[in-house]
């Protein structure tokens, strides 16, 4: 069975930094891409960052800059980074695995975690 589980959420001040973890178990996804994706309330589900197999990278424009996708393989985790954050980047931000190459479309990821709340205060 595969599970997806994020941590390193909570609540920071403006400027602050935070780094998600999100541990992927069930199967090797060595060969896929891995993503961020957030949902601030009221709001629909976006992309933040992809990152695939052999580490080429994407971001979101709103991000980009600021935060920092990477991998471990060999731990079959992945981390965002997240500095200088800002009250809207206030989400539960969830990680995801997709087959297609670097997809920002949510209908394009196969495994999705159940999320962490992140909280910038002013």
């Known amino acids: 069975q595969v599970q997806l589980v994020e941590s390193g959420g909570g609540l920071v001040q403006a400027g602050g930094s935070l780094r998600l973890s999100c541990a992927a178990s069930g199967r090797t996804f060595s060969r896929y891409s891995m993503a961020w994706f957030r949902q601030a309330p009221g709001k629909e589900r976006e992309f933040v960052a992809a990152?695939?197999?052999?580490?080429?990278?994407a971001y979101a424009d709103s991000v980009k800059g600021r935060f920092t996708i990477s991998r471990d393989n060999a731990e079959n985790t992945v981390y965002l980074q997240m500095n200088n954050l800002k009250p809207e980047d206030t989400a539960v931000y969830s990680c995801?695995?997709?087959?297609?190459?670097?997809?920002?479309?949510?209908?394009?990821?196969?495994?999705w975690g159940q999320g962490t709340q992140v909280t910038v205060s002013t």
């Open positions: 990152v695939n197999w052999n580490s080429g990278r």
């Open positions: 995801a695995v997709s087959r297609q190459f670097m997809v920002r479309a949510t209908s394009g990821y196969d495994y």
